[in-house]
């Protein structure tokens, strides 16, 4: 399922990707919300908001790094408290880790095949961004939670 769900969200992510670097132009914004929504193209040499600019050798090599070191441990995980979980909170971890190993991945292919991140989601108040950024963060939060729920409910 984890596999299933992080080939959709790169699908959907790169998807996206081509089909708003076809329709707008380098760094240039086209209005959906006027002054709240735009659709803006950024190449995106860092990682989050920008951090990092012209290291992609060295992002990629640490992402790389870090979806071995999150696939090893929730194997371990999986493992040890896949029997113990309910059906839903195994379906619900699951799902948050495909949207985040869907969404790093994503960014991972843009970085090796064109040395940047596509970044098009401009909401003004936030540095642009896309939807494979969108994945690993709502995957990150629904992950934090359900574990937070699962400790608080094993204390008592």
């Known amino acids: 399922m984890i596999v299933l769900i992080s080939i959709l969200v790169i699908i959907i992510d790169q998807l996206t ?3 708003f670097s076809r329709i707008l132009t380098l760094n240039n914004s086209i209005p959906v919300i006027k002054n709240f929504f735009h659709l803006t193209l950024v190449y995106n040499t860092g990682i989050a ?3 990092l600019k012209g290291s992609s050798g060295i992002i990629l090599i640490a992402t790389i790094i870090g ?3 999150i ?3 929730l194997k371990k995980d999986f493992l040890s408290q896949g029997q113990s979980l309910s059906r839903k909170t195994l379906f619900i971890r699951k799902m ?3 949207f985040i190993l869907g969404g790093a991945i994503g960014n991972m292919i843009d970085r090796l095949h064109l040395g940047y991140v ?4 401009d909401f003004r108040i936030w540095p642009v961004f896309n ?3 969108s994945f690993i963060t709502v995957g990150a ?3 934090f939670w359900s574990l937070f729920i699962s400790h608080k409910s094993q204390k008592t």
């Open 17 to 19: 990707k081509v089909l």
């Open 118 to 121: 596509v970044d098009f989601l």
């Open 71 to 73: 696939i090893y441990s």
């Open 67 to 69: 979806l071995i070191l």
């Open 131 to 133: 939807l494979a950024d």
């Open 141 to 143: 939060v629904i992950l």
């Open 96 to 98: 948050a880790i495909g």
């Open 49 to 51: 908001f920008g951090i």
